[in-house]
Structures are given as C-alpha cells and as structure tokens.
C-alpha cells in the first residue's frame, strides 16, 4: 500500500492497539461494511506490515475484485477517517482526568445537575490535590468550575456557592497561567541557548502574563527547574532529584519526562566534568527512565533516545551496559529507518571497544538512508579511520570531501548551531589528518560549538606529546 495516508496511520497502530482496534470497527463500523473488511485483512500481516500482499494492487485484487481502483482509495480513506476516531477514543480513554473533565461535561450539559454537583466536589479535591504535579490540573479546575457557572445550574441560586465556584474559577486561571508561564520560561532559556539568540521579547511577553502565586510543590518544581536551565545548569537541581524519584508524588508523565530531560543533560555536563557521584547517577537515571516506561510510549522507544542514552553508555566505557541496552531496548524501536538506526547503535559500541575494524566494516556495508543518521555514521567512521590509519591525508581526501558535500546539500535540516558544529568538526579533522595540530587545538579553543569536541582533544594531546 505503498506510502498511502492509510498505511502511514496502519504504521503507527501499536502492538496494544490492534485487537481493540479490530473490536472498534467491528461495533462502529460493522463486519459487512467495506472499511471493517479491509482492516481485518490488513491485520492478518499486522507483524510484518512489509509483506508484498499488502502492495495496493495486490489488497485491491484480494479483498476488492469487484471495485475499481478510485473505489478502493474512497474506502482506503474512509478506513482512515476510522482510524483516526478510534485514537481520540483510545487517548481519551487512557487519560483519567481528560475522561472526567468530558464525562463532568456531558453530565452537565445534559442538565443533570445533581450528579454533576457530587463529581465536581470529588474532581475538585482530586485536582486541588498538592501532591499530584501535573501542569494541567488547575486549568482542568478551571474549566469545570466554569462549565458549572455558564450553564443552567441551580448553584447559582446560592449566594455563598456561586461565589465559592467563581473564585475557583479565577484563582484556578491565573494559577494554570502562571505555572506555563514558568515552564514556557524555561523552554526559552533553552532555546535562547541552543540557537544563540536573543529572545528577551518573548521573556518579557512570559513576565507580563504572570501572576502572584501561592507556593505549591508544582510552582517551585517550576521555578527550580527554570533556574537549572537559566544558569546554564550551573545550579544544584536536588529538589528536582526530589521531586522525580522521591515516593509520595503524583507526576504527570509530561512533567516526569521535562525533569528528566534537565537532569540528564545537567548529570552529563557534571560527568564530563569528572563528577564521579554524577556518572552514577546518570547511569541510573537512564536504566530507570527506561524500566519505568516513562521514555517507551504505547511500546515504541523513540530513535533519538534510544541512540541518545546509547552514545552516554558507550562514552562512558559502560561496554557491558551498552550491550544489554542495546538489545533489550532495540526492540521497541518502530521505525521505516530501523536498520540504520540499529546499524548506527551498534557502531557506537564498537567504538567504544576500539574495535575499530568492526565500525568501518558496519559503515562500509550498509547505505544509509536517514540524512541525520547518515552524517553521524559518517563522522564514527571518519575517526575510526585514523584511529586505524592515522594521519594520512590522501586516504581522507575524499571522505572529507564526502562530508563537507552533504552538509552542504542538507544545510535547510540542521540549526545554526548544529550546522556550525559540524562544519567545525571536519574543519578540525582535515587540520588533524594535515599534521596542523596547532591549528586544531586554537580552533578548540575558540569556537563554541564542535562536534566530537573530547575526541578532537584526545588527539590534540596525544600529538602535543609525542
């Protein structure tokens, strides 16, 4: 079915989806309608959605001899549509407080006022719950406050109650906007550092939208970790530690997987720094982040984690680790590019093990697809090569040349920063295999962004004493 809207939707169907999916249809849909039988076709290959009776023709010939080609795509596209109702249901149906916040709704707009005024004042203590960290939770207060007030609601009718909900109603509100705020502030730290800009307007517009707030866990969780990624994560983030690991605490896994992201890049800084109490505590962040399902979503492991905490293990020499890393996890990996992004991980092991052979021997054998994952592969290749051949000029020409080409052709993929990184990067490396040792080793020292920074250094020294 080729590149199809529909099998673009079929490839995202998770191994928990399927069966409820099939029962989805079979009741929405009904077994003797077009669309239902074309899913219980497709779901027959559901393991191996590469198999060639799934090709467009072969399906339309096979479940449709009788329609036309036009015909097939109409219900190709209906079946999408399905599809993707049965998502909103599912995610729905997964996130209790979202599934409350609807089912308050319908309670209320149905004029069912006696029930709704017994779930409000169980939403609201659930919601008003200090122990529960979700950035949401005050704006779901607000919206049921809200919906109780604009509706025909006999609240109304008592002073003291009416009053009760409008205050929730505001307090609720500039609560939910204060604590975005927070959290948007520090995304825009983050950004102002990744793309070296200034974004003084947009912390200004932040400040002006914020109001006093009561001390809460969430609002100083905000604020320390505004503080982490300001500083440049100079500064101790110990309650976000807390507030992660610690029992006792309701995360949303939003919040969960934000902290986590600050943690590890400031564990990994503090390691390369050579804080030893840092590196275990990394090594331990990554096993629990994945054991605790909070980075695998309906059972896909993302490809930039995956080689992310892959490449922490491997430049920390945890061989043993990144081995069963890699293929303990590898299997949640759901992707069209799946054997370039397992061909990259397992280069990166066999760097770390400087069995350098294996790495040009990965690389040499398998082409590529992913431009991103390309360049990467490119660039472990490159160094190991020297680490075999050494400074040999000749040898590297081309590959240098290589390099430098497709950066150039793929110059719209990459960031400013992540551009100059790797322009750096194989400006370095051709002064390296150049014997212009000095050359690299000021380039080091001036420029901010480089990619393979630790290994361009390594070499510096090594030459420095010969």
């Not at 890049?265 to 390369?272: A, D, G, K, P, Q």
Request: proline fraction near 1%; charged fraction near 30%.
């Amino acid at each position: 079915m080729g590149r199809s809207k529909l099998f673009r939707r079929i490839e995202k169907i998770t191994k928990q989806e399927w069966k409820p999916l099939l029962n989805y249809l079979k009741g929405s849909v009904g077994e003797g309608n077009d669309p239902y039988k074309l899913f219980e076709y497709i779901y027959n290959f559901r393991k191996n959605l590469e198999d060639s009776r799934l090709q467009l023709e072969e399906v339309n010939l096979a479940v449709f001899p009788h329609l036309s080609k036009k015909s097939f795509q109409n219900v190709m596209s209906v079946l999408s549509s399905h599809i993707e109702s049965f998502w909103v249901w599912w995610d729905l149906f997964h996130d209790e407080k979202r599934l409350a916040l609807q089912h308050f709704r319908s309670l209320n707009r149905r004029g069912l006022y006696d029930e709704t005024g017994k779930l409000y004042k169980k939403l609201k203590s659930k919601l008003s719950n200090p122990g529960d960290l979700d950035l949401w939770n005050a704006f779901y207060l607000y919206k049921i406050s809200h919906e109780r007030h604009f509706s025909y609601s006999p609240l109304k009718s008592d002073k003291t109650l009416a009053r009760d909900n409008y205050k929730t109603m505001i307090t609720s509100i500039r609560e939910f906007v204060t604590d975005i705020m927070e959290y948007y502030e520090a995304e825009v730290y983050n950004l102002q550092s990744l793309y070296n800009e200034d974004w003084s307007e947009e912390l200004e517009m932040i400040q002006n939208s914020k109001f006093a707030h009561e001390e809460t866990i969430l609002y100083k969780s905000l604020i320390a970790q505004k503080d982490l990624v300001e500083s440049r994560y100079q500064v101790n983030p110990d309650f976000l530690f807390t507030c992660l690991r610690e029992g006792g605490l309701d995360i949303s896994q939003e919040l969960k997987l934000t902290y986590y992201v600050r943690l590890r890049r400031y564990l990994i800084l503090r390691t390369r720094m050579g804080d030893v109490e840092a590196r275990e505590k990394l090594l331990e962040l990554i096993w629990w982040s994945v054991d605790s399902g909070l980075i695998i979503f309906s059972g896909r492991l993302d490809e930039i984690r995956f080689i992310g905490d892959l490449n922490i293990l491997c430049s920390l020499k945890e061989i043993e680790k990144s081995r069963k890393y890699y293929h303990h996890f590898s299997k949640f990996l759901v992707s069209k590019d799946i054997e370039d992004i397992t061909k990259f991980g397992l280069m990166l092991i066999e760097f770390s093990c400087e069995d350098y052979d294996k790495v040009i021997q990965i690389y040499s054998t398998h082409h590529f697809i992913m431009g991103g994952r390309r360049l990467q592969a490119m660039g472990l290749f490159l160094r190991a090569s020297y680490e075999l051949y050494g400074s040999d000029a000749e040898y590297f020409d081309m590959f240098i040349r290589n390099y430098k080409d497709f950066i150039r052709r793929n110059k719209d993929r990459y960031s400013e920063t992540q551009l100059t990184s790797r322009k750096n990067f194989i400006m370095a490396f051709k002064h390296l295999v150049d014997h212009q040792i000095d050359e690299v080793h000021q380039l080091l020292l001036g420029a901010v962004d480089v990619m393979h920074r630790s290994w361009l250094n390594e070499k510096v020294k090594v030459e420095f004493n010969r």
